[in-house]
């Protein structure tokens, strides 16, 4: 019997909401979405703690049927090895995480990124070291309560966080800023009207929409059915969701 493709989107909390929205581009695949809103944010978290979530988490997507799987969490994607993968008997082949994505982008000679993330995914310097492969001209800064003012709604404080992240961009003399944390394009549209108001001329950079070109590699076929499920049902949870259904 045919297996029937069922895919997994697994996010610390409602980060992930910003991948699954690129996915749904491109694939009719039914998808679990799965948010880890009682522990989030994972930023500040230990490893073997981190490890412990993905495990976790893939024993409940498991559990639920999901045959494929996407990390929407830069900081999951720094710590999930092959090991962890033969471990939790996951096909390397099925899984797919942001820092993956990044190998498919490509860029021209006269870029400057700058990287925005979380002091965590910063310091593993997982981007950076992409960037470095590709000869690419880069900088690096972390809004350190940018994610989770996300995760929490306080939109004026991420309006602060944003207009600080564009104007250190200016004094670097960046071209593009890339979203190293899948919180980040949730409010892409503030980045964007800051962007404006300010007068700069800012291109951004969305792994998310090269996550989205690997799941479409999987031909994955099905009535594009979302089932939601958190560890816990937050008020950012049931606005994403809502904005998504």
């Known amino acids: 019997m045919e297996e029937k493709p069922l895919l997994g989107i697994f996010d610390s909390g409602v980060g992930g909401f910003s991948v699954l929205k690129e996915v749904q581009k491109v694939t009719s695949v039914d998808t679990i979405y799965f948010g880890d809103c009682a522990n989030a944010p994972y930023g500040n978290k230990q490893e073997s703690e981190i490890v412990g979530y993905i495990k976790n988490i893939l024993s409940i997507l498991k559990k639920n049927g999901v045959t494929h799987f996407v990390s929407a969490c830069n900081r999951m994607s720094v710590f999930t090895t092959e090991k962890l993968l033969d471990e939790m008997n996951n096909r390397k082949d099925r899984y797919i995480d942001m820092v993956d994505a990044m190998h498919e982008i490509a860029f021209k000679d006269d870029v400057h990124v700058l990287i925005i993330g979380t002091k965590a995914t910063i310091a593993s310097e997982v981007y950076q070291n992409i960037l470095q492969e590709k000869g690419v001209i880069f900088s690096t800064f972390s809004p350190v309560h940018l994610a989770g003012n996300i995760e929490s709604g306080d939109i004026q404080a991420v309006s602060n966080d944003i207009v600080d992240v564009l104007m250190y961009a200016d004094q670097t003399k960046a071209t593009h800023i890339l979203y190293a944390c899948t919180?980040?394009?949730?409010?892409?549209?503030?980045?964007?009207?800051?962007?404006?108001?300010?007068?700069?001329?800012?291109?951004?950079?969305?792994?998310?929409?090269?996550?989205?070109?690997?799941?479409?590699?999987?031909?994955?076929?099905?009535?594009?059915?979302?089932?939601?499920?958190?560890?816990?049902?937050?008020?950012?949870?049931?606005?994403?969701?809502?904005?998504?259904?």
């Open 183 to 245: 919180h980040y394009p949730l409010v892409d549209s503030l980045f964007k009207e800051e962007t404006k108001i300010k007068g700069f001329s800012f291109q951004y950079i969305d792994p998310a929409v090269y996550v989205a070109y690997q799941v479409k590699k999987w031909n994955l076929k099905g009535n594009k059915q979302i089932i939601y499920k958190t560890s816990k049902e937050t008020d950012s949870f049931k606005k994403y969701k809502g904005l998504a259904s």
